[in-house]
């Protein structure tokens, strides 16, 4: 029972990461020629051949999209992947979905899996550790394979290739100034690591609000929290050091968090406090009060994603390859709800 | 470039139903002969051969995993999701996902499409097409062909399997009695439609309590709701109709929608009208009041069902069959929180 040899079994096998059998067997002068001797020679001797499996499947059409997202809880990327199931079933193509769970080996790993003759081609959004090593061999190689990828949310400058984005710095700036209207004096962000290029993209839209009104923009206003697990604890400290009149959150789940930490604290909302959130899902709809948040217009995005996607296929499947990429961007509203001043 | 051809080809070419074809093939005493010969030969003339795929794969272990479940939306499948992830992966298993939507073809094309060797065992929960029809031909012939399958939360009884199940009946009953412990007489149920079988092992444990404290089961404290895109209307009907004075409800969405409709007719709640809701969600924790919950415990459900898979596929893969199926039992338990009296 012979089983088919994958970059997990190397990167086993030799003790090293998962990245460094993708970059050595890419030949990257990031890694030394030891390294990368070792990889290739277990890679010859194991018949190691993602190209050559690639290519051989390339002109056998599956009808299957393969979507990897980063997690499954946050609003956001599971109404992404409706839009992507709407558009795509309508097409005659199937979706599958892997999770990288915000990790580079998962992400490596699925992507593996999925590109081996299962799926036409990739929609995806990088995890949190991707964006943090800034390593997207895998990606690089995918691309280099010839087969259709199509990045939403959160891309990379690093990958040609086709991307939907969300209109980020634009709609922060937006949201700061609806803030700062309503009279805010002590704006604060509440974000997360900034590794995360769509976080940094909303946050450059706050300061450049902030900047505008002339104001200057205080770091004690700035409250990162981690992805997940966070702990009231966190928010407490940041009511405790930083006085603050208004709340832009980069996800709906920290606003919610924000909010409710405020009311323990006899905040009243909106009249001492004001909060904004971004991605308008069930959790702001039924929250006390209701948050005011920016769509995203999650299920657009999908569609766009999947129709671009399939657009790619189709078009390189009747030979005419087209050679420029794309980078549509979506364009986010804000939705009036009870927790700022209307 | 010839595709492979599949269930769903096949019943576009005749015109049937995906499940038609399934069965035909399968010389089901439910087809016309008719029928049966032209499916037949269709899958002859294009060399349509899952079983022989499937055992020429059998031996080839892929060391993934196939998922399928009804939505992504509701926060129970996803929690389970977790679980399954968590245990597959610390056994080095990768998870696929594939949502059904709730439709029957869509679970049938998505089995077909991860049961062509990319998987070692089937992980699943019903749609609600599926458990309407009560159709299984596509389970049956995934177990026929030695595919390991293990069915969690919404199983069927016709199909000897692994299955994951939640004490529904017992803990709808201790929910219900907990509601009459707080002294309410007119405790309503808000559920699916009964098609789905753990929405009525709840209601047979709702009916069980009532009785015991020997009080009439009326048919209009039951308020059948559909399962998305519930109105608001519905509910406002439903109070408009029968005076309701606690709420047990199969889940979590349906909880909170009817919480936000009392509130607006100015209902007190604890005070006028009681709620417990199934699955310990995000939206339970942050709703104004917190919801008083059923927790299903998914990811403890997600961590068995991936271990009875694996621990299945791994005795087969060295020669020791397990003839037996085994039925787990996870133990629900109720959290207190603001919208009951404790």
Redesign the interface.
Known sequence: ????ITLKHIARELEVSISTVSKALKNSDEISDDTKEKVQAFAKLYNYKPNNIAVSLK??????IGVVIPD??HHFF?TV??GI?KYA?EQGY??????S?ESFD?EV??ME??NNG?IDGFIMSLSAETQQKNDITHLKQVVDQGTPLVLFDRVTDELECDKVILNDQEIAYEATKKLLKEGRKRIALATTESYFNVSEKRADGYRQALNEYGMEVDNDLVLVLPYNDIQESMIEDFYDRAKVDAILSVNE?FA?QCI?VAKKRGMKIPEDISFIGFTDG??SR???PTLTVVAQHGVKMGEIAAKMLIDRVESE?EGSIEDTYRTEIVQATILDRESTIN
């Open positions: 029972m012979k089983q088919k002109n056998k059409r599956t009808k299957n499954i809880v599971t992947f409706r199931e079933n199937n979706v599958i979905i892997c999770v769970d998962k790993i699925n899996m999925l299962s789940i919610i409710s069930l959790l039924y929250s006390n499947a």
